[in-house]
């Protein structure tokens, strides 16, 4: 993960472009930042520490989707019209978060663009890096969701099966 420096960030830098819309909080190990189902209405950026982003699926199972480290933004589906977190968010060990609003968070990205930049950049960094994506469609491939020889075909009843973790069929293989 890229730290803030890397990017450009500083706690100066948010106090200046956040002012009320910013809050900083220290979080314990294991502490919730923000829970699945729940109003997405902030977006928060790591300063110290680790968090865990988990999804539940509608049979109550847990899945670990991210582990990010310091320096990193997280909960910024927000920002993009998501009413609801899709995942929950807790502290891996003592954490310092910045919590930026919702609304400040987006006037800051409309209103400079070189700051907007930087926050595209960052998302394109950890959210859908080649070598990331290339990690999971390998996965989905041996797991018989997906097959590619230059075109995708996609197993919807594996993934649908997967999603609602219900007991899946034994796939043979060929």
């Given at each position: 993960?890229?730290?803030?420096?890397?990017?450009?960030?500083?706690?100066?830098?948010?106090?200046?472009?956040?002012?009320?819309?910013?809050?900083?909080?220290?979080?314990?190990?294991?502490?919730?930042?923000?829970?699945?189902?729940?109003a997405?209405?902030?977006?928060?950026?790591?300063?110290?520490?680790?968090?865990?982003?988990?999804?539940?699926?509608?049979r109550?199972?847990?899945a670990?989707?991210?582990?990010?480290?310091?320096?990193?933004?997280?909960?910024?589906?927000?920002?993009?019209?998501?009413?609801?977190?899709?995942?929950?968010?807790?502290?891996?060990?003592?954490?310092?978060?910045?919590?930026?609003?919702?609304?400040?968070?987006?006037?800051?990205?409309?209103?400079?663009?070189?700051?907007?930049?930087?926050?595209?950049?960052w998302?394109?960094?950890?959210?859908?890096?080649?070598?990331?994506?290339?990690?999971?469609?390998?996965?989905?491939?041996?797991?018989?969701?997906?097959?590619?020889?230059?075109?995708?075909?996609?197993?919807?009843?594996?993934?649908?099966?997967?999603?609602h973790?219900?007991?899946?069929?034994?796939?043979?293989?060929?």
């Open positions: 993960m890229a730290s803030k420096r890397a990017l450009g960030f500083s706690s100066t830098v948010f106090r200046k472009k956040f002012r009320a819309g910013m809050t900083v909080r220290n979080y314990r190990d294991n502490e919730v930042v923000f829970s699945q189902g729940y997405a209405d902030a977006v928060f950026y790591i300063q110290s520490g680790t968090v865990k982003l988990t999804v539940e699926s509608t109550r199972k847990n670990i989707v991210a582990v990010l480290l310091r320096g990193s933004f997280f909960g910024e589906g927000c920002v993009g019209g998501q009413s609801l977190r899709i995942s929950t968010a807790r502290s891996i060990g003592p954490s310092n978060i910045t919590r930026l609003q919702k609304e400040s968070t987006a006037r800051t990205l409309k209103r400079d663009p070189q700051f907007a930049g930087l926050f595209v950049a998302a394109e960094m950890v959210g859908t890096t080649r070598a990331r994506v290339s990690k999971f469609m390998n996965a989905f491939k041996k797991k018989g969701f997906v097959r590619y020889n230059g075109s995708l075909q996609i197993n919807s009843g594996l993934i649908i099966a997967f999603l973790s219900r007991p899946m069929s034994v796939v043979t293989k060929r």
